[in-house]
């Protein structure tokens, strides 16, 4: 049975779930599943059937929304507490990777970063050597990853507004950590809102100078030549040009 909880998600009740929602081979509760990430655990054999009806249905809703599997029982539970063990699906964006800013449209970089930061990148940033950039396929976000002093750093993490507050921030992050090994520091403005995210997927904080510094899996070594990386490296944006002043309108 399918309940629409919102314009955008929709709740699938089966009584074939025993504890709410999928569960992987050995028996674990999956709390999320992003069907684009292209890293899904092995699912419970049980689950089968549900999850052939999911996949369609969620290609046919569309990257902006979500389908919560539940049981019938689980439901309110879900819904107003947070010891619901149901399952929030989403099928997620397309993440392109490119090698190098010769295979980036950097005119639609540009924008992205323009949108998302209300900056730019300074000049001579796309001269800069990097890893890896991770583009969300119409350029709505992107992940940039270059080479620290151990690890790899995550430079830059920018969503268009539009598209903030539906998981691909966090779709961006799991690739680029992925990619780096799951070992991975970056660094981000003090007033900066993705903090609260931050905050949430890091292993260690550290306050330096008008940057907060987090990483993911950095040994005590490894933190402190993040630290003076982070402390050495210049700012990449800059403001924005001030608009040119309209033209005079001329009289007859």
């Not at 879900?78 to 929030?88: D, M, N, P, R």
């Not at 800013?101 to 992205?112: K, T």
């Not at 993705?194 to 490894?222: P, S």
Request: proline residues 6%; aromatic residues 10%; contains cysteine.
């Amino acid at each position: 049975m399918s309940i629409t909880l919102s314009p955008e998600t929709q709740a699938l009740l089966d009584e074939q779930l025993q504890r709410g929602g999928f569960q992987t081979a050995a028996g674990e509760a999956i709390s999320k599943i992003t069907l684009l990430e292209n890293h899904l655990p092995e699912l419970a054999p049980s689950t089968a059937q549900l999850w052939d009806r999911c996949r369609p249905m969620l290609h046919e809703m569309g990257e902006d929304f979500a389908v919560q599997v539940t049981s019938a029982a689980q439901l309110l539970p879900e819904l107003f507490t947070e010891k619901g063990q149901g399952t929030f699906m989403t099928l997620g964006y397309m993440i392109q990777e490119a090698g190098g800013w010769n295979s980036v449209d950097q005119a639609q970089f540009q924008n992205l970063i323009r949108a998302a930061f209300g900056k730019q990148v300074i000049p001579g940033y796309f001269d800069c050597p990097i890893v890896s950039v991770l583009l969300e396929e119409h350029y709505h976000g992107a992940a940039v990853l270059a080479q620290g002093p151990h690890t790899l750093y995550l430079d830059k993490l920018a969503v268009h507004p539009e598209k903030q507050n539906r998981g691909l921030a966090r779709q961006l992050f799991n690739a680029a950590s992925r990619k780096a090994g799951e070992k991975l520091f970056w660094r981000a403005s003090i007033q900066n809102p993705i903090n609260i995210f931050y905050f949430r997927v890091c292993h260690r904080f550290e306050r330096v100078g008008e940057w907060n510094l987090f990483a993911r899996g950095l040994d005590d070594n490894e933190w402190r030549q993040a630290r003076e990386f982070v402390r050495a490296r210049p700012g990449t944006l800059m403001p924005l040009p001030d608009p040119e002043p309209a033209a005079a309108a001329t009289g007859a």
